[in-house]
């Protein structure tokens, strides 16, 4: 089980995103990465095989800052763990960029491969996430803004999955949809968040939004729009979460399952 972490803020939202994937370990992972949009406008990708730490000795090595991003720990299901089958996954070569991180699998992805090869696209992973990458660049080239090519991706995406895009050819804005894979959406003051679950969100809100079935939502730094599976502009409950930080941590133990075993007495009770 892999996890996703986005932000949009007046800040640098590099440090909340590498703190938010360090706070998703507990799922386990085999490689990281995270995409985020620079001052220059530009979508700026780092990824790594292994733990998260060794992507942030590669984000360490760099100056690059930015206000938007999107992060993901991967748990390989389609291609091998490696950096080249890390997220985020990206196309820019039709001329728009778009970067995708994504939870959960796409299963007809080698009917939509076969479509994208047809009409030019090139792979440069093994991954079922690279062809939504693709998918959602051609519907840009068309002049469709992001929003509305998620909507129509979506649509044609089969499986259980939970997905994040940001493009810098586009609104500052992160466009999310799950269908059968959890995705919580955190609300800040003048910034927003999204991740795959709380707990990756605490440092920066307690306030939450849980996604349901086929919702679409448009997350902005001043505010949040979701949608159902019809289209229907709807309202979801903001829920405050009580969740204590020490229920991420490892604490003392070594592991996440060591905690998990030797906390169950007490959960039980409480
Ligand atoms: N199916 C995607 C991949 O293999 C996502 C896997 C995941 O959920 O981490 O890259």
Redesign the pocket.
């Given at each position: 089980?892999?996890?996703i972490v986005g932000a949009i803020a007046d800040r640098d939202v590099m440090p909340i995103l590498m703190e938010g994937l360090r706070r998703l370990e507990y799922r386990g992972?085999d490689s990281a990465g995270v995409a985020i949009q620079s001052a220059l406008g530009e979508l700026q990708r780092f990824r790594a095989l292994g733990k998260v730490a060794v992507l942030q000795a590669a984000v360490d090595n760099t100056d690059v800052t930015g206000n938007l991003g999107i992060a993901?720990?991967?748990?390989?299901?389609?291609?091998v763990p490696a950096e080249r089958?890390?997220?985020p996954?990206m196309s820019d070569v039709s001329g728009v960029s778009v970067a995708v991180v994504?939870?959960?699998?796409?299963e007809n992805h080698n009917a939509l491969r076969d479509q994208l090869l047809e009409w030019g696209y090139s792979f440069t992973?093994e991954?079922?996430?690279e062809v939504i990458a693709h998918l959602l660049a051609h519907k840009l080239k068309v002049g469709k803004d992001l929003f509305s090519a998620v909507l129509e991706v979506s649509q044609d995406l089969t499986g259980a999955?939970a997905l994040a895009a940001a493009s810098p050819d586009d609104d500052q804005r992160i466009v999310v949809t799950q269908a059968g894979?959890p995705l919580v959406i955190g609300l800040g003051e003048g910034e927003n968040f999204i991740g795959s679950d709380a707990a990756a969100l605490l440092p920066v809100t307690r306030r939450f939004i849980f996604l349901e079935e086929g919702d679409i939502a448009e997350v902005r730094r001043d505010g949040v729009t979701i949608y159902d599976a019809a289209g229907m502009l709807v309202e979801r409950e903001v829920k405050q979460s009580t969740m204590s930080d020490a229920s991420v941590d490892k604490g003392p133990y070594r592991h996440y399952m060591l905690k998990e075993i030797f906390e169950q007495p007490g959960v039980i009770a409480e």
């Amino acid at each position: 089980m892999c996890g996703i972490v986005g932000a949009i803020a007046d800040r640098d939202v590099m440090p909340i995103l590498m703190e938010g994937l360090r706070r998703l370990e507990y799922r386990g992972y085999d490689s990281a990465g995270v995409a985020i949009q620079s001052a220059l406008g530009e979508l700026q990708r780092f990824r790594a095989l292994g733990k998260v730490a060794v992507l942030q000795a590669a984000v360490d090595n760099t100056d690059v800052t930015g206000n938007l991003g999107i992060a993901h720990t991967r748990w390989a299901t389609h291609g091998v763990p490696a950096e080249r089958n890390a997220h985020p996954q990206m196309s820019d070569v039709s001329g728009v960029s778009v970067a995708v991180v994504h939870n959960g699998i796409v299963e007809n992805h080698n009917a939509l491969r076969d479509q994208l090869l047809e009409w030019g696209y090139s792979f440069t992973s093994e991954t079922d996430t690279e062809v939504i990458a693709h998918l959602l660049a051609h519907k840009l080239k068309v002049g469709k803004d992001l929003f509305s090519a998620v909507l129509e991706v979506s649509q044609d995406l089969t499986g259980a999955y939970a997905l994040a895009a940001a493009s810098p050819d586009d609104d500052q804005r992160i466009v999310v949809t799950q269908a059968g894979s959890p995705l919580v959406i955190g609300l800040g003051e003048g910034e927003n968040f999204i991740g795959s679950d709380a707990a990756a969100l605490l440092p920066v809100t307690r306030r939450f939004i849980f996604l349901e079935e086929g919702d679409i939502a448009e997350v902005r730094r001043d505010g949040v729009t979701i949608y159902d599976a019809a289209g229907m502009l709807v309202e979801r409950e903001v829920k405050q979460s009580t969740m204590s930080d020490a229920s991420v941590d490892k604490g003392p133990y070594r592991h996440y399952m060591l905690k998990e075993i030797f906390e169950q007495p007490g959960v039980i009770a409480e």
